[in-house]
């Protein structure tokens, strides 16, 4: 059974920083793009930041120059630094893994999903 599993979400308050952790089991996703999706209550879900196997990365414009994204293909895992947090930032937050090596994903692109991690960024 193939998984993606997040971690490292919570509550923080504006201009703190949070890690999220994503680790993938049942196959190998080296040759996946990789990143995190999210989805604040109302909105639909939007892509934040990819990577591919190349190390290649993609930041929608909202967190470039705040977010960064990591990989860890020996771990099968994703990682993404979100410092001076806002509170528009807060949602859920989703790790995706697309059969892809193209970084500006669709969702429906996405073949594998976490179960989503929520960030609050409190004012």
């Known amino acids: 059974q193939v998984q993606l599993v997040e971690s490292g979400g919570g509550l923080v308050q504006a201009g703190g920083s949070l890690r999220l952790s994503c680790v993938g089991s049942g196959r190998t996703f080296s040759m996946y793009a990789m990143g995190w999706f999210r989805q604040a209550p109302g909105k639909e879900r939007e892509i934040v930041a990819t990577?591919?196997?190349?190390?290649?990365?993609y930041y929608t414009d909202s967190v470039k120059g705040r977010f960064t994204i990591s990989r860890d293909n020996a771990k099968n895992a994703v990682n993404l630094q979100m410092n001076s947090l806002k509170p528009e930032d807060t949602a859920v937050y989703y790790c995706a893994a697309a059969p892809t090596s193209t970084l500006n994903i669709r969702s429906s692109g996405v073949q594998y999903w976490g179960k989503g991690t929520l960030v609050t960024v409190s004012s």
């Open positions: 990577i591919n196997w190349s190390g290649s990365t």
